[in-house]
């Protein structure tokens, strides 16, 4: 099966300025997650989706962070304006229900994002 | 604070020898965990996990041990290949949310 897809693979920005992610799940997962993850550091949830419905955001920041999932398939997460501690790995996840024992989660390649 | 915490943060280990890497957590309402390995460049990996109610989980050159009683978790690889070395995470779950520690680097050597 394809995995999970997602881009661009890096971003160099300026600070202030905005950035958008976008995540392509595998086929059939319902449930889609953002993470972020800070150089020496595990992933932390951003986000996470249940077909196109928002489960857990309670650690997006949400005056400058935003993401979506319109149709139930694809994701896209912005940032806009972006800050220096903004700078991270940004990884999409998708299972194929929420996270369980069964489901573990698989995850895209991430996008490297680096604010100047 | 740290939920799960992985205190070593690199493991060097000769190739054919046993890879140990160690977990602990300070939560005792979770219901699994699991491990994921991470290349350079790539996202995690889903290795092995282990449920709550379970001390041992075994899949190959991969046993995951369970110590609820110490709220240890340990990862065990033999025999070590260097194609294993990567960045190993431990994540607690329960109910949906996912939780990692912040990796250890595994070094195995030819």
């Known amino acids: 099966e394809a995995g999970v897809a997602q881009s661009p693979r890096y971003k160099i920005i300026e600070k202030r300025q905005s950035v958008a992610f976008w995540c392509n799940p595998i086929?059939?997962?319902?449930?889609l997650y953002w993470y972020q993850q800070i150089l020496g550091q595990g992933p932390k949830l951003l986000i996470q989706?249940?077909?196109?419905?928002?489960?857990?955001d309670s650690q997006l920041p949400k005056d400058r962070f935003s993401a979506e999932r319109l149709k139930g398939v694809d994701s896209t997460l912005k940032i806009q304006p972006a800050k220096l501690e903004d700078s991270a790995v940004y990884l999409c996840?998708?299972?194929?229900?929420?996270?369980?024992?069964?489901?573990?989660?698989?995850f895209g390649n991430g996008t490297r994002l680096t604010v100047t | 604070d740290q939920q799960v915490k992985q205190n070593s943060p690199s493991l060097s280990v000769q190739e054919g020898r046993i890879s140990i890497l160690n977990c602990d957590y300070t939560?005792?309402?979770?219901?699994?965990f699991l491990w994921y390995k991470k290349y350079p460049a790539e996202g995690p990996t889903f290795l092995i996990s282990?449920?709550?109610?379970?001390d041992k989980n075994e899949d190959g050159r991969f046993t995951v041990f369970l110590n609820k009683s110490a709220k240890h978790l340990s990862l065990h690889i033999v025999p070590s290949q260097p194609g294993d070395s990567a960045v190993y995470f431990c994540?607690?779950?329960?109910?949906?949310?996912?939780?990692f520690g912040k990796g250890t680097k595994l070094s195995v050597k030819p």
């Open positions: 996840a998708s299972s194929l229900e929420p996270n369980s024992y069964n489901s573990p989660l698989h």
């Open positions: 086929s059939g997962h319902a449930t």
């Open positions: 989706f249940q077909n196109n419905g928002v489960v857990d």
């Open positions: 939560n005792s309402m979770f219901d699994y």
């Open positions: 282990i449920s709550s109610i379970k």
């Open positions: 994540a607690w779950g329960s109910q949906g949310n996912l939780i």
